[in-house]
C-alpha cells in the first residue's frame, strides 16, 4: 500500500505564507494525480488543487492566484505553497494519491490563518 504523511501546517496571519508537504512511501509505483483537499469544521471536504503525473494542474476558484501545487515524481512528493492566506482558508489539509483502482489519504495537517 502507498502511506501518505503531510506537513506544514500551522497558525499564520491573514495574508501570510504556509508550504504544506506530503511524502509518499510504500509501494508507490503507479501514483497518478495527487491532489489536496481541505476540511473545515462542520464543512464537507473539498478539492483544492491537483496535479497529474505529467504536471498539469487544477485549482478550485477559491485559491486561484494564491495557491501553487508541485511535485517530485523522483521523491513522490507534492506541496502546496499557500501565500495571501485567508480566514477561510482555515481547513484540515489532506494529501490524496491517485493509484487505479485505489486512492490513499493522509492523516492531513491543521491549517489555521487567524489574526
Known amino acids: 500500500q502507498v502511506q501518505l504523511v503531510e506537513s506544514g501546517g500551522g497558525l499564520v496571519q491573514p495574508g501570510g505564507s504556509l508550504r504544506l508537504s506530503c511524502a509518499a512511501s510504500g509501494d508507490i509505483s503507479g501514483l497518478h494525480t495527487m491532489t489536496w483537499y481541505r476540511q473545515a469544521p462542520g464543512k464537507e471536504r473539498e478539492m483544492v488543487a491537483a496535479i497529474t503525473l505529467g504536471g498539469n494542474t487544477w485549482y478550485d476558484d477559491s485559491v486561484k492566484g494564491r495557491f501553487t501545487i508541485s511535485r517530485d515524481n523522483i521523491k513522490s512528493s507534492v506541496t502546496l505553497q499557500m501565500n495571501g492566506l485567508k480566514t477561510e482558508d482555515t481547513a484540515v489539509y489532506y494529501c490524496?494519491?491517485?493509484?487505479?483502482?485505489?486512492?490513499?489519504w493522509g492523516q492531513g495537517t491543521q491549517v489555521t490563518v487567524s489574526s
Open positions: 490524496n494519491a491517485l493509484k487505479m483502482p485505489y486512492s490513499y
